[in-house]
């Protein structure tokens, strides 16, 4: 039945028009030689903070372990190239696809694929389902160009390069970002507090392998490196998972007693788990669970960017990025630009420029030395996690229902 419905939902879906900026636009604001880094990094890491993926942006805050890091340059100006409106208020951050194809999806409960040029439709997907939305819900697109969508409703659905669907799986709750390391495991974690994996089998195939109850409420999407180890976020407390290949086990669960959790998880590269809360501090945790440091800082909904190279990039609601360093939980840097709070989460090019948006409905772009690149005007509040192109480009949408491409 279930199935059906998203059928239906389907083909009652058509390309439809689209608004573009006749003209580029140029970022008003401050002027680019501005310093912004209340403390800037000294010493650039020597290692890029992003590794290669299958396709530019195949995720939320670009992989499964949330680095927030393309290996491409992203942009020096604030030059729109296009505006595109949509049907409502885009709070999920956008992905793309192998051939640059930007997907993104509105409160509206359809999903855009978006030709990167123009902002035109190549095709949609209506859900049939317009709950709204959160910063933790995006699609995933697989290596074989599958798009993995978190519906506004209890489902996952699989959508072929072309808009067509595939297969749907029920799920306990409305699921949020789904997370693979290798493209064939995933793991999908929904806002009942339930964790799933699937595995994703040719000629559009698949199978729900298991489900595990973490807590009564999350909001987090999973985190993982593929050793079968995952992390999520449920109620205060982040929970850590083996899969064993036909079970999930709980191996344990970590609350810090600081209010309660609302942002995903990050997993650096020596296997240390971030944890970000509504209340007083960031928190890190070795993989068996014993705290390695916690850093003072005030509320935050920004999901942290953690690099390969050992650093985390956290938004807070002074409008401060706090870069800390993953070994020791030392700040490394901090940049602040203006005072919006930041919900969305920080990404990164490869030359360690600094990206990021506010309420106030600023987006940014900042040097790794602290220089401002841009401030950039949406005119409406910034709950979006930004997305960098081959080409590029910054995506980001705002809560107007304008999806911007910034050149």
Known sequence: MVLSC???????AGPSATSTSAEP????GPNNSRQVAEKPLVTLPSTAPGSASWTPWPAALHDSRHSGASTFTGPTTGTVRWHRKLEGAVTAGPVIGQDGTIYAASNG???HALDPATGTDRWTYDSGHTDGGDLSISPLVLPDR???????GAELVALSPTGRPL???PLPGQPTSPASADGHRIYVGDLSGAVSALDVMGAGGHRLVWTVQVGSISYGSVVTDGTGRLYTTAD???VAIDDHGDAGTVVWRADPHDDITEVSAGLAGDGTALLGTNGGREWAYHPDGRPAWNAPRIITYSSPAVTTSGLAYVGDHTGRVHVFDIADGAEA?????GPGQIWSSTVLDRTYRLYFASQDGHVFGVDSGGTLLFDLDLHAP??????LSADGALIIGARNGILTSVG
Do not use: E, K
Request: glycine share 2%.
């Open 333 to 337: 840097a901090t940049y602040r630009v």
């Open 382 to 387: 910034i709950d979006s996690y930004p997305a």
């Open 25 to 28: 636009q140029r970022a008003t």
């Open 146 to 152: 599958t798009v993995l969508w978190p519906t506004p």
């Open 6 to 12: 998203v059928l239906a939902a389907a083909c009652a």
């Open 236 to 238: 205060t407390a982040l």
């Open 167 to 169: 297969w749907s799986q």
């Open 109 to 111: 409960g359809v999903l």
